[in-house]
């Protein structure tokens, strides 16, 4: 779904267009073909321009002042420390040190996925919320599934997670999730690489390389 202010934006700008096609022409359009003919170019203008405005142009420093939406795309490595106990030996389970979170973004969309050596999470969910001190956070809610061998102990579920996403990515990504397994923990991701994955073996090769 479009967003409210982005027709109200298209909207002014096809008004633009009228007025500025009536400056053009020296005089006001005399019927309704010479008001509807600049419609169609502008209306294409203004979809190209949202268009590489959702996809590259928001990310540009500049213009990233004025909207103030964090920067997260690419791949995160990090741990994950959860409160899961094995149902087997009834011991907890030591943070995982080598999870991945791939943020894929556009100004208007963000999808989550969450690799770790067990299973994967997929956001269903996803999108930002500013506290009222300005600091923005990733929320979202996924499902997870884990790898065949291991749903014997660890089923699929669902989730939610929250993560706080300063500005500066450089302060890495902390926050922590929940589940309807009644289990949660906290996620603490650090590094960053440009690259997005789409498997736990992808994001190894990530740090070899590094």
């Given amino acids: 779904m479009v967003p409210r202010p982005v027709l109200y934006t298209v909207a002014a700008l096809v008004v633009l267009a009228l007025v500025g096609y009536s400056a053009f022409r020296g005089h006001t359009p005399e019927n309704a073909s010479d008001w509807l003919s600049p419609i169609g170019p502008a209306v294409t203008v203004a979809a190209l321009g949202f268009f590489v ?22 791949t995160w ?21 080598d999870v991945f979170l791939v943020v894929r973004q556009r100004f208007w969309h963000v999808s989550a996925r969450l690799l770790t050596k067990e299973s994967a999470s997929a956001s269903m969910l996803a999108g930002f919320r500013e506290d009222e001190d300005g600091v923005q ?5 996924y499902t997870n599934t884990p790898r065949a061998e291991v749903r014997i102990r660890s089923g699929m579920h669902f989730g939610g997670v ?7 990515s450089s302060a890495g990504l902390h926050g922590h999730y929940f589940t309807d397994r009644k289990t949660r923990g906290d996620l603490r991701l650090d590094a960053r690489y440009a690259q997005v994955v789409e498997t736990h073996a992808a994001g190894l090769l990530l740090l070899e390389r590094d």
């Avoid at 956070?137 to 809610?141: A, E, G, P």
């Fill in 162 to 168: 929250v993560l706080g996403a300063p500005r500066d």
């Fill in 53 to 74: 405005f959702d996809r590259w142009a928001w990310r540009m420093p500049g213009i990233r002042k004025l909207h103030r939406r964090p920067l997260l795309h690419g």
């Fill in 77 to 97: 490595h990090g741990e994950l420390a959860s409160s899961w106990v094995d149902p087997t030996t009834h011991q907890g389970i030591p943070p995982d040190p």
């Fill in 137 to 141: 956070n990733l929320i979202y809610v």
